[in-house]
C-alpha cells in the first residue's frame, strides 16, 4: 500500500504511533510518504528506521509554509488548536510522484486496529473513499460550502483517494482560491468537500470511528446505525479527532489504551501523558466547563461522556 502521513516535527512521535500500528496490523513491504515543512534529522532518523524495519519504504516531501500562512487557524476557525500542518495534505496533489495512482491517507491522531487491505482493494470509481462525518452540522457545512445538502460532508481523517483524478480537480493553488472566496471553518477538510463533496463515496464507520461515535447517545447518521455496534466493538481505525488526544491526561476515550500499546514499540517508549490545560486559566476553564457537561447530562439535556464499550 502507499501510505501518506503529513505533520510537523512536534507530531513526530505520534505519527510513528500510527506507522507502527499500521504495520503491525497490515504485513507487508509498503511505501511511507510524509510531506511536512520541516522535520529535524534526528525526527527523520528515527521515523525512517521504524518504517524500514517492518521492511517498507519511505519517502520525504518539504513544502514551503510561507505559501500557507494566511490560510484560516485559530479563533475563527472550528477547532484553535488546530495547527497549520493540517493543510499540509493539500500539496499532496503537487508533490507525490505522478507514478502513484492511489494512496491512502492517514491523520496522526488515528490508531490503525486491523488489516486495511479490503479498503484499499475497495473497488470504486470515485476520487475519495471517506466516511460520513458528524451529522449535527451536516446541513450547515453543505450550505456555507454552497453545495446540495444531499452530497452532506465527509470526515477527511482517513481516506482513500483516487490520486490519478484528483490531481486534476485540485491542486495548492486550486485551494487557495477556494479558501479565499468561501468561509473555512474546518480547515482543509472544508477544501476537500468543496472540491469532492459530489465525487466521493461513503465507506463503513468502522474504518474511521470518531470521538463523537463512542459518546452517549450520539447522532449516528442513518447509513451507520446497522453498523455502529459493530463498528464501536471491533474498529478497523480509531481516530481521536476531539481536542484531547490519548497523550493528554484528560482524554477518556475508552480506546486510549491502544496508544500506548503500539506508543512502547517506538522510541517513545517511556513517554507519560501529560496535561492538555496547564495554566490556571485553562484548569478552570476546563473544570467549569466539566460542571456545566455534568449538569446537562444530569438533565438529560446532552450528553458528553464515552459509552462503556464493554457493555456494547
Keep these: 500500500m502507499n501510505v501518506l502521513l503529513t505533520f510537523d516535527n512536534n507530531y513526530t512521535q505520534h505519527a510513528c504511533v500510527v506507522t507502527t500500528s499500521f504495520c503491525h496490523n497490515n504485513p507487508g513491504r509498503h511505501n511511507f510518504y510524509i510531506i511536512s515543512d520541516n522535520i529535524s534529522d534526528n525526527n527523520q532518523e528515527k521515523i525512517a528506521k521504524l518504517v524500514k524495519s ?24 472550528a477547532n484553535s488548536y488546530v495547527s497549520l500542518a493540517t ?53 450547515n457545512n453543505c450550505k456555507r460550502l454552497q453545495y446540495n445538502e444531499m452530497y452532506s460532508y465527509f470526515n477527511a481523517g482517513i481516506l482513500l483517494i483516487n490520486l490519478q483524478e484528483a490531481r486534476f480537480l485540485l491542486n495548492i493553488k486550486i485551494a487557495s482560491e477556494y479558501i479565499r472566496t468561501h468561509k473555512i471553518i474546518y480547515h482543509d477538510q472544508d477544501v476537500l468537500n468543496g472540491i469532492f463533496h459530489d465525487k466521493k463515496t461513503f465507506i463503513d464507520v468502522k474504518y474511521n470511528l470518531l470521538d463523537i461515535y463512542l459518546v452517549k447517545n450520539a447522532p449516528i447518521p442513518d447509513r451507520y446505525k446497522d453498523q455502529i455496534s459493530d463498528a464501536i466493538k471491533n474498529p478497523y481505525i480509531i481516530h481521536f479527532s476531539g481536542p484531547l488526544k490519548p ?29 492538555k490545560y496547564n495554566t490556571i486559566k485553562e484548569r478552570t476553564l476546563y473544570l467549569t466547563k466539566l460542571t456545566l457537561k455534568y449538569i446537562l447530562e444530569k438533565l438529560h439535556i446532552k450528553y458528553y461522556s464515552f459509552i462503556d464499550i464493554k457493555k456494547i
Design 87 to 139: 493543510y499540509f495534505r493539500l500539496f499532496m496533489f503537487d508533490v507525490l510522484p505522478i507514478s502513484i495512482n492511489k494512496i491512502l491517507y492517514l491523520d496522526c491522531d488515528i490508531i490503525v486496529n486491523c488489516s486495511l487491505e479490503k479498503l484499499w482493494n475497495y473497488n470504486s470509481d470515485s476520487c475519495i473513499l471517506a466516511i460520513e462525518d458528524n451529522i449535527t452540522y451536516t446541513k
Design 54 to 77: 517492518y521492511k517498507g519504504n519511505i519517502e520525504f516531501f518539504f513544502i514551503k509554509k510561507e505559501e500557507i500562512t494566511d490560510f484560516p487557524i485559530g479563533e475563527k476557525t
Design 247 to 275: 497523550w493528554h491526561k484528560e482524554c477518556k476515550n475508552p480506546y486510549k489504551n491502544l496508544y500506548y500499546k503500539y506508543l512502547k514499540m517506538t522510541p517513545w517508549r517511556d513517554y507519560k501523558p501529560v496535561y
